[in-house]
């Protein structure tokens, strides 16, 4: 007597189907991927770099317009602000900058009128006289052989960095001095400033010329990535 082999096999309960359906799927499709020789090899390597390349040219895409907007935000930030505040102490400044080596390096010069003045972002006290904060990629400049000829020009003692808060970037190379009574130029009236950043809730969004450039940046990057997918597949 003949035993059908169909009928003798032990039936699973749904609950194991279901339970060892996604590992039955995987393994069956990597026999497809990899069932045809160096050729379905190939393709799926080809396919997972450019769906890998894709994915970061997305990320990467999505993320440049938050840079961006931050990077604006701080820079917004460090702009001294006239308006006056009542029981804060004026801060008298004068934008200076120095030309060195075919770039320009911003910095400000400011002296507190009183004992209660603001503090820039990213600056735990103001320079007093003969002294200066810097930031990190300025200082890392000045310390290096290629900061020689600029060292005279910032020869004040070094009291401190400025921080993440008040720079647009880690690259970012400025400066806070002490501004000296006889620093300004008789002509020039003084700025005075109580307080660092607007007033009101000003918009750090991106340019939309920049946002449409970006666009276009990532079609560009896409379209031949999509197609080294289609045709590997």
């Known amino acids: ?4 082999s169909v009928l003798s096999r032990p039936v699973l309960p ?11 799927d995987v393994v069956l499709g990597l026999r497809l991927a990899v069932g045809g020789g160096r050729t379905s090899l190939a393709r799926l390597v080809l396919g997972t770099i450019g769906i890998g390349m ?3 040219v997305l990320l990467v895409s999505a993320s440049v317009s938050h840079i961006l907007a931050n990077e ?14 009542a ?7 004068s934008d200076g900058q120095i030309d ?12 507190a009128t009183g004992p209660n003045a603001a503090l820039p972002p990213g600056v735990t006290r103001l320079p007093g006289p003969n002294e200066i904060v810097l930031s990190p990629a300025l200082a890392q400049l000045l310390d290096s052989s290629d900061g020689a000829l600029l060292r005279p020009r910032l020869p004040q003692h070094v009291i401190g960095l400025i921080g993440p808060a008040g720079l647009a970037g880690p690259q970012d190379l400025t400066f806070y001095a002490y501004l000296a009574p006889g620093m300004l130029p008789a002509a020039e ?6 307080s660092f950043g607007p007033s009101g809730d000003v918009s750090s969004g991106t340019d939309p010329i920049l946002q ?4 276009v940046g990532v079609v560009a990057l896409m379209v031949p990535i999509l197609i080294m997918v289609a045709v590997s597949s």
Do not use: D, K
């Open 100 to 111: 060195y080596r075919g770039s320009t390096i911003p910095g400000t010069y400011l002296r």
């Open 1 to 4: 007597m003949t035993t059908n």
């Open 212 to 215: 449409a450039l970006i666009l």
């Open 54 to 56: 894709a994915t970061a």
């Open 189 to 194: 009236l003084p700025q005075l400033a109580y």
């Open 87 to 93: 029981g804060v102490s004026a801060i008298t400044f």
């Open 72 to 85: 604006h935000q701080r820079e917004n930030n460090a702009e001294p602000n006239g308006a006056r505040i």
């Open 14 to 24: 749904p609950s194991a189907t279901r339970r060892f359906g996604w590992p039955r």
